[in-house]
């Protein structure tokens, strides 16, 4: 059994790794089999190639079938071109409001779920003003929003955007959830956390309406993994690429919590952006790290001016709970699931 020459179907990398975990968890390819075409005694795959590789990446032993015989190569081009169409298309109303979908990842899977309101409705221009003073909302053209079209004033010569004084977060309002750990549907959480899985990062990178339109309070900057092993070119990026969007959000009047949650080699780095005096900050906690944490509340000290900031410390256990009490800060507990 040999692969198609000249494929005309290619995935990402990422779309296999889903491939993959949808045969490994669902057996997904019971469904869709392998065709092969006997060409004079050698079977030739000419549907399911990157099926085929999956179960070899599984290291399965045998796989499902279906083999033509005696096929003219008209017909073996006709199968393999109608085998990677995608007839028809999802109802997407269907799928964000009956109940029956309302516990699915979408993103997991790999279902771009489009955002059918206008992401300008949701947004403030700050620099507005009505004759009171106050600030007028003005709507823009969604298009003129994304992360590309828009460069931020900025205290540092990376140029990352600097975050806004006046739209920092204050006390912790509930409810509080994991971007993604729950039905998208939701419109009663007041404050978002994204200290899950990066990918749901660049999901909302890629399309910050979602966030936008689920009527949010508050949020804590997207955090992004950052390691001593990172190299600082990628790491600046990753720094840029949350705080740009963070930004974004606040002049969607959205208030934001500055993440510190990152590694040592990058602590200095991560101030960048964030105004002096600016007085709300969260990290992640860790039982066996919690050095770091020390380092986050010096951190949050220098920048705030104050002996006890608004730190907000999420997870960790007995250990970074009791640090957080003798230090006066809040302490949330982890509550998320597996998947994140």
């Known amino acids: 059994m040999v692969l198609l020459k000249n494929n005309p179907r290619k995935i990402s990398a990422k779309d296999m790794s ?3 975990e949808s045969i490994r968890v669902n057996g997904f390819w019971k469904h869709r089999p392998i065709t092969l075409s006997d060409r004079n005694g050698l079977l030739v795959i000419i549907a399911g190639n990157q099926r085929y590789k999956a179960a070899q990446k599984l290291k399965l032993q045998t796989v499902p079938t279906i083999l033509y015989q005696n096929i003219s190569e008209e017909q073996e081009k006709d199968i393999i071109l109608r085998d990677n169409i995608n007839n028809g298309e999802f109802d997407f109303d269907v799928l964000q409001t009956d109940e029956v ?3 699915i990842d979408f993103d997991h899977i ?4 489009p955002d059918v309101a206008d992401v300008a409705d949701a947004c403030i221009d700050i620099n507005t003003e009505t004759k009171d003073g106050n600030t007028d909302i003005d709507a823009e053209k969604s298009e003129d929003l994304l992360p ?4 931020y004033e900025s205290n540092n010569e990376f140029e990352i955007p600097n975050l806004l ?3 920092q977060a204050g006390k912790l309002e509930l409810p509080f959830a994991a971007w993604g750990a729950d039905s998208r549907l939701r419109k009663d959480v007041a404050t978002y956390h994204f200290y899950v899985e990066d990918y749901r ?3 909302i990178w890629k399309d910050p309406a979602k966030v936008i339109k689920s009527g949010v309070k508050a949020l804590v900057e997207p955090n992004c993994s950052l390691f001593d092993t990172t ?3 990628f790491g600046l990026h990753q720094i840029y690429k949350k705080r740009w969007i963070s930004r974004f959000f606040q002049e969607c009047g959205i208030l934001v ?5 990152v590694s040592v080699k990058f602590k200095d780095y991560n101030k960048l952006g964030i105004p002096q005096g600016y007085n709300a900050f969260f990290t992640r906690g860790y039982t066996d790290r919690i050095e770091y944490l020390k380092l986050e509340l010096e951190t949050a000290r220098e920048i705030s001016g104050v002996q006890t900031p608004n730190l907000l410390v999420y997870g960790g256990g007995e250990k970074i709970r009791k640090f957080c009490v003798e230090n006066s800060l809040v302490y949330v507990e982890q509550f998320m699931q597996n998947k994140e």
């Open 148 to 151: 590309a079209d828009c460069i």
């Open 165 to 167: 004084l006046e739209r």
């Open 110 to 113: 790999g279902i771009d779920i």
């Open 257 to 261: 919590y500055a993440d510190l949650n």
């Open 101 to 103: 979908w309302s516990n």
């Open 18 to 20: 889903r491939l993959v």
């Open 231 to 233: 190299p600082i070119a």
């Open 201 to 203: 990062f660049e999901a």
